[in-house]
């Protein structure tokens, strides 16, 4: 089993900046692709950003040039740099790996993981 835990959530005003952190933790082989997602109040889940082997990155419109995320130095952690937000970036905002693991057999297989969320709220 991998668990995903996140942190860095919070209330900022907006302008402000946050940094949110996930952390994977279990059975990892290794990782292929991580990456934020989020769901607004009353709609639903949507990608954020994502990170695949090679750092290669993709945003959704919605945060371009505003969110960054990347890798930790850390094993198996990733960041979410958001900046300039608003109050229409509050969200729940999930952490998802995509990771190689291990069967109680031992044979390795491809997974998905979620995080439990953080709470981003952006007001004055």
């Known amino acids: 089993q991998v668990q995903l835990v996140e942190s860095g959530g919070g209330l900022v005003q907006p302008g402000g900046s946050l940094r949110l952190s996930c952390a994977a933790s279990g059975s990892i082989f290794s990782i292929n692709a991580m990456g934020w997602y989020r769901q607004l109040p009353g709609a639903e889940r949507e990608s954020v950003a994502r990170i695949s082997s090679g750092s290669r990155t993709d945003y959704a419109d919605s945060v371009k040039g505003r969110f960054t995320i990347s890798r930790g130095n850390a094993k198996n952690t990733v960041y979410l740099q958001m900046s300039s937000l608003q109050p229409e970036d509050t969200a729940v905002y999930y952490c998802?790996?995509?990771?190689?693991?291990?069967?109680?057999?031992?044979?390795?297989?491809?997974?998905?993981?979620w995080g439990q969320g953080t709470q981003v709220t952006v007001s004055s």
């Open positions: 998802n790996a995509n990771v190689k693991t291990r069967s109680l057999v031992g044979r390795n297989y491809d997974a998905n993981y």
